[in-house]
């Protein structure tokens, strides 16, 4: 317990006695970082001469001094206002009221409603993103620098389409999930036809597996019935899905349509053999560019596997009981 404060008055010695240790290793890089430019920093040393901050420092103890030496004359001050009209109660009754307004604002929206909290946290992202857009002429929309599409891709995504509306429509749980699947392999097929075959497989394996665990998992659940929304609701979920969907697809467009930032892309091709040693780029990002990324990605899967193999045997142990 003692190692942690020991370290640091350790630290706090060492640099007050040495403060030039940091100054090329530490304190020039955080200057820089602050400033956003490369920034020299001062050679450290105990006597700077009478300078601005040295004045100042003098002039507070000198008052401090002066303040404490005769506080028994000013002192009758505090006496002026009566106990309920002290700073500490005044404090306190701040306190007080701020904690109460916070749980009534808290207990507004924190109601245990699923479809509440969606509504804020899009509805949140919606307004806030529009204003930041609009106000920085953000919404740049230009169709003049498009690929050429080709019937298989525009059938694809008609299909794709059709899937995610007929999705929200359907009544039937199974066909919802088989439905949902159809989108996600029609990804798969976007991905083949962009030349991305790694991705292709990876998108055709998650969705299998994904369709699969959610007609198990529906399989098991308790059989739900079909909610009565309000009108209302319904009006608000529909604009709110709505607006988030045009949002996001403008903001894609514009994203398309600006180039506020040079493309990096040229540099990953141009360096990928040279640095990784690979011919594959996306294999040469994945595992030399960001190659810790991938590492703590295959760490959580790490992870996951290993609470559901505790959940499993947790669930033998029990039965064996």
Same mark, same amino acid.
């Given at each position: 317990?003692?190692?942690?404060?020991?370290? @640091?008055?350790?630290?706090?010695?060492?640099?007050?006695? +040495?403060? %030039? &240790?940091?100054?090329? $290793?530490? *304190?020039?890089? !955080?200057?820089?970082?602050?400033?956003?430019?490369?920034?020299?920093?001062?050679?450290?040393?105990?006597?700077?001469?009478?300078?601005?901050?040295?004045?100042?420092?003098?002039?507070?103890?000198?008052?401090?001094?002066?303040?404490?030496?005769?506080?028994?004359?000013?002192?009758?001050?505090?006496?002026?206002?009566?106990?309920?009209?002290?700073?500490?109660?005044?404090?306190?009754?701040?306190?007080?009221?701020?904690?109460?307004?916070?749980?009534?604002?808290?207990?507004?929206?924190?109601?245990?409603?699923?479809?509440?909290?969606?509504?804020?946290?899009?509805?949140?992202?919606?307004?806030?993103?529009?204003?930041? @857009?609009?106000?920085?002429?953000?919404?740049?929309?230009? +169709?003049? %620098? &498009?690929?050429?599409? $080709?019937? *298989?891709?525009? !059938?694809?995504?008609?299909?794709?389409?059709?899937?995610?509306?007929?999705?929200?429509?359907?009544?039937?749980?199974?066909?919802?999930?088989?439905?949902?699947?159809?989108?996600?392999?029609?990804?798969?097929?976007?991905?083949?036809?962009?030349?991305?075959?790694?991705?292709?497989?990876?998108?055709?394996?998650?969705?299998?597996?994904?369709?699969?665990?959610?007609?198990?998992?529906?399989?098991?659940?308790?059989?739900?019935?079909?909610?009565?929304?309000?009108?209302?609701?319904?009006?608000?979920?529909?604009?709110?899905?709505?607006?988030?969907?045009?949002?996001?697809?403008?903001?894609?467009?514009?994203?398309?349509?600006?180039?506020?930032?040079?493309?990096?892309?040229?540099? +990953?091709?141009?360096?990928?053999?040279?640095?990784?040693?690979?011919?594959?780029?996306?294999?040469?990002?994945?595992?030399?560019?960001?190659?810790?990324?991938?590492?703590?990605?295959?760490?959580?899967?790490?992870?996951?596997?290993?609470?559901?193999?505790?959940?499993?045997?947790?669930?033998?142990?029990?039965?064996?009981?």
């Amino acid at each position: 317990m003692l190692l942690s404060p020991i370290i @640091m008055v350790a630290g706090v010695v060492l640099i007050g006695l +040495f403060p %030039n &240790l940091v100054n090329g $290793s530490f *304190l020039h890089h !955080v200057q820089t970082a602050v400033a956003n430019f490369p920034v020299e920093v001062e050679h450290v040393k105990f006597w700077h001469g009478f300078n601005t901050p040295f004045k100042l420092t003098l002039v507070i103890v000198i008052v401090g001094t002066f303040l404490v030496l005769t506080r028994k004359k000013w002192q009758k001050v505090y006496t002026i206002l009566p106990g309920k009209l002290s700073f500490n109660k005044a404090y306190d009754a701040i306190i007080s009221k701020v904690d109460t307004l916070s749980m009534r604002v808290t207990n507004t929206y924190m109601t245990g409603s699923l479809r509440l909290y969606m509504l804020l946290i899009i509805g949140s992202i919606l307004i806030v993103t529009t204003a930041f @857009m609009i106000l920085t002429d953000g919404f740049v929309i230009k +169709f003049d %620098n &498009l690929a050429d599409v $080709s019937i *298989l891709e525009i !059938v694809v995504a008609v299909v794709m389409v059709i899937a995610a509306v007929w999705t929200v429509f359907t009544n039937h749980k199974v066909a919802a999930i088989l439905i949902t699947g159809v989108v996600g392999y029609g990804v798969a097929i976007l991905f083949v036809i962009y030349r991305a075959p790694d991705l292709a497989l990876t998108q055709l394996v998650i969705e299998t597996v994904s369709v699969a665990l959610f007609l198990l998992a529906f399989y098991h659940l308790p059989k739900l019935k079909k909610r009565d929304e309000p009108v209302g609701h319904r009006v608000i979920n529909a604009v709110i899905s709505t607006g988030f969907g045009i949002l996001v697809a403008m903001v894609g467009i514009s994203a398309h349509s600006t180039n506020g930032f040079s493309s990096i892309s040229d540099y +990953f091709i141009e360096t990928s053999h040279k640095l990784g040693g690979g011919d594959n780029v996306v294999n040469v990002i994945l595992v030399d560019m960001r190659g810790l990324d991938t590492l703590f990605e295959i760490a959580v899967l790490g992870i996951a596997a290993l609470a559901i193999v505790s959940l499993i045997k947790l669930r033998n142990d029990k039965e064996a009981e």
